[in-house]
Each structure stands twice: as C-alpha cells, then as structure tokens.
C-alpha cells in the first residue's frame, strides 16, 4: 500500500493481512531491482516510474501520438504542438495526445492554462486527462479510450468519470471506480471522506469535493468553492494513482479520490475538446512507499 498523502490516514481501503501485504512489497521491490533505473516494469508492459519521467520534453511529440476522430491517427490541422517550450492543443476537433507507453503506480503533474480559442461556445471550457486508457483508440464512441477521466472543465476540474468502451473484437471493458459519496443539494454524488461506498460505471460522473450545486456552466464563471485558477493562468493537477486507488489534488487542495478502480495501469491522454489548452507540466514521479 502506498502513501498518498502522508497527513491523512489509509482511509481509502479496508485493511489488509500484514504478511500479504509485506510480500507484495517486497515482490515488487525485488521485481525493480533488476530493471532500469527510469522505470520498473511488472504485470506486463506496464511502466512503474522509479525517477522522473518527462512525458513533454518541451521540445517536440517524442513519445507521444495523435487521434482525432475525423482524422484518425493523422492530424492535418496541427491540432497538437509544440509552440514556445508548451505544449499547445487547439481544440480543433476531439480527440487527444497519447503516451506511447503504458503506465501504473505513478504521481502525475499537469499544469495547465486555457487560451483564448473557443469555437464560439457559450459553455464551460473543456477538456480533460484520461487515466489508466485501455483498448484500441477511439474505442470508446469513436473518440476516446476506455479510461478514467480527470475533468479539466471549468468549475468540474478534479471531477471523476468512468468512460467504457470496446476492445477490438466489440466486447466492452468494464471501467469502474468506487468512492466515498456524499450526495449534495442537488442529489449528485461528490467525493466525502466520511461519506458512503457507492461505484461507478457505465459512463457515470463523480463531482470533486465542492463541487457549487448553483454553478451555471458558462464559459468563465467560477464556482464559489473553485479552487482552480483563473481564466488565462496556470492550475497545477496532481493524480496519485497507486494499485486500484487514485487521489485528485488541484493547486494542492485534495478534491477528489477513489479506490476499487480498474484498470489499475494504461495509457495517459490530454484531451481536445474543442477549447484551445496550453500545457508546461505532464510529468510522471515514482510514488513514495
């Protein structure tokens, strides 16, 4: 079991035999100390970073590739690229930037600001980071991947949601999570420490912590208890994923968390969402045992 947050007890999971838990660490451990330094690899492809891994390198798309729905994995509009040291998507379609690689027990940090490109939308800005992407691109309505979302959306940063889709050959992949809820004003499940299990799937959203009940989703309103930033600056997100839990920090602030998530390794996306998104920080740290 790892520590996400070294101020807060291990409240996300049951408590487990002491042996079982012991030889899985140490498998692990062991199972590292044979490979590469940069990463450690175990049940499968799947990358447990041992350093920092720079999935930008603030120069070009190295390790990185492109789905769109329109156009597949060709992107003729430039959707994504690199401009001044940042990553810069337009917005200009839906789709997403994928790492080549597969990831597991990881700390993700994304900064990220919105630009002034909205294709005339009145509503919120959009986009978000897919976490734990399984299947084949576009598996999921044509556009995204089997995954777990982190919503960037104004207002809904730090918002959880369960995205199914199809492997190839049609049958779905059971994306779920399970979270302690509370339900608000509003009857909508948000994250609460002390609130009740309840799971997640089939498409199904969890609102962060603070979620506002009044919020009106329009473009560059704020709800009362965001703790985003601005319009047109940076919001630093933090993903902690460890084994089948994740916890959602946004400018330090814990916001959201889960556990019982499957799956527990994948691919990580930003997406494209018709807003444009300029990001300086997509990086994988090891986790602190």
Known sequence: MYDL????????????????????????LAACCLLPAADCRAEGEAIRPRELIRLFNGRDLTGLSTWLKDTKRDDPRRVFRVSDGLLHISGDGNGYLAT???YRDYHLVVEFKWGKRTEGARFVRNSGILLHATGPDGGAGGTWMSSIECQLAQGCVGDLIVIRGKQANGQTIPVRLTSRTVLGPDQRPRWNEGGQPTE???NRQLWWARHDPDFQELIDTR???????????????????????????????????????FPQAGKILLQSEGFELFVRTFDLHPLNP
């Open 223 to 261: 709800g009362k208890d965001d703790v985003e930033s601005p319009t047109g600056q940076w919001t630093r997100v933090d993903c902690l994923c460890a084994g089948d839990q994740i916890r959602i920090r946004v400018n330090g602030t814990p916001v959201n968390a889960a556990y019982n998530v």
């Open 5 to 28: 947050d070294s101020s807060t007890p291990h409240w996300l999971s049951p408590p487990r035999p002491m042996a079982k838990t012991l030889g899985t660490v140490f498998s692990a």
């Open 200 to 202: 997640f799937t089939g």
């Open 100 to 102: 080549a690689k597969e």
